[in-house]
């Protein structure tokens, strides 16, 4: 068995606020649908997008709001032997950051060690993507008995999962819900 391939990527979030509503839950319309980017992708959010790739674990870490700097951190154990950006991969998340590097404003540099000082980790948001997690593994598990199959099989949830175009959460997500009482 290979070594675990970890990634950690940082963002500076416009509105950390916003930003980690979006993580959890996307963008939704008011319908039960998502709102769509401008690609007409699904705008899912963070979590689901990173079930879609069926990253087996991820610890997040971030500033408190309304710190002058505003800082995302994220440490996952990805499948892929190659890069992932976020910033163009996941739908609407370039709405939600800066993509300058601009951290924000503060009054005297500050060297980095002060500002990860900023930084801590989130057990809440661990706790919500590792329960997501096991959402998605019971329902493959289930889906092995033919009358519990998907309508788009195991790469459609997947697909549907990280907002990719041509899917239907509103339809599947109902159906998961029917089906295993879960909601994704």
């Known amino acids: 068995m290979a ?3 970890i990634e950690i990527v940082s963002y500076t979030p416009l509105n950390m606020d916003k930003f980690l509503q979006f993580v ?3 963008k939704p319309d008011g319908q039960g649908d998502f709102e769509t980017d401008d690609q007409g992708r699904r705008i899912t959010g963070v979590f689901r997008w990173l079930h879609g ?4 674990e991820a610890h997040f870490f971030h500033s408190d709001t309304g710190n002058d700097v505003q800082l995302f951190v994220a440490m996952i154990q990805r499948l892929e032997n190659y890069n992932v950006p976020w910033l163009r991969r996941i739908p609407g998340f370039m709405d939600m950051v800066t993509d300058d ?3 924000g404003t503060t009054k005297a540099f500050a060297p980095l060690s002060d500002l990860m ?7 809440k948001l661990d706790d919500i993507f590792a329960q997501g997690k096991a959402d998605i593994e019971r ?3 289930e889906m092995q008995a033919p009358e519990r199959e998907l309508a788009v099989g195991r790469k459609g949830l997947l697909a549907t999962l990280r907002g990719d175009i041509g899917t239907d959460p ?3 997500f109902a159906e998961v819900k ?3 009482r879960i909601a994704l």
């Open 117 to 123: 000082k900023l930084v801590h980790s989130d057990s």
């Open 101 to 103: 590097g601009m951290l």
């Open 178 to 180: 029917e089906k295993f």
């Open 170 to 172: 509103l339809e599947l």
């Open 139 to 141: 329902v493959f598990a």
């Open 53 to 56: 790739r069926e990253v087996p």
């Open 24 to 26: 959890v839950e996307g």
């Open 3 to 5: 070594d675990p391939v």
